[in-house]
């Protein structure tokens, strides 16, 4: 693509990201990570905030999902910039559950120690504050959290995931095992979580 198709590219995909339905926009943030242009990134952080639902139902009731903002947070998690890092903290901190889930997968996938002490909050118990706040959401976010936790290899999660290793379920100790197996291995090969943040604080 030479520059003049890359400002054309660029400028379609920005247009349908404020303009298109939730389909549209949701497809386009996917071609706008595409173009690994600044630019592009910019209006895929500012897409965080978009209210495009689509409804589902399940055995229960129908449930809407915030879908652009867990597009973004997917797609926020394939890139390699460290702008992404604090979007994804706070599309976590979403009450919509699928957003929060897409959230804290991304931040495993990012590699970057900046998510780690929020990542290590969601592997306890607590009050959620999200929409369909059943077992079952929760227990999918806290697992991701451990498995994230593993995927970014910071050796301040050894504490919590060696408690979840010894946890009554057998899900959230064979993913603990699993993410101290790859923090244990980052350690023992010299690889160190990525820092481009800065140390966060863990509680």
């Not at 079952?136 to 408690?163: K, Y």
């Amino acid at each position: 693509m030479n520059e003049a198709e890359h400002a054309e590219a660029l400028e379609r995909v920005l247009r349908l990201m404020n303009v298109g339905d939730t389909a549209a926009r949701c497809n386009a943030v996917w071609q706008a990570a595409s173009l690994a242009d600044p630019a592009a990134v910019d209006a895929i952080l500012l897409r965080a905030d978009d209210d495009g639902l689509e409804w589902f139902e399940d055995d229960e009731s129908p449930y809407g999902v915030l879908v652009v903002q867990v597009t973004v947070a997917e797609v926020l998690g394939t890139l390699a910039d460290p702008r992404a890092i604090p979007t994804l903290l706070r599309l976590a901190e979403k009450s919509n559950s699928e957003v929060r889930r897409a959230a804290t997968v991304a931040l495993g996938k990012s590699r970057d120690a900046r998510g780690v002490a929020k990542l290590i909050q969601f592997t306890r118990d607590g009050d959620w504050n999200i929409s369909r706040s059943n077992e079952e959401s929760c227990r999918d976010i806290r697992l991701e959290a451990v498995r994230a936790l593993g995927e970014i290899g910071d050796q301040r999660a050894v504490e919590r995931l060696s408690e979840l290793a010894a946890d009554h379920d057998p899900d959230y100790r064979e993913a603990a095992i699993e993410a101290l197996r790859k923090i244990a291995a980052k350690k023992k090969g010299g690889g160190r979580a990525s820092t481009l943040g800065g140390r966060d604080d863990v509680p």
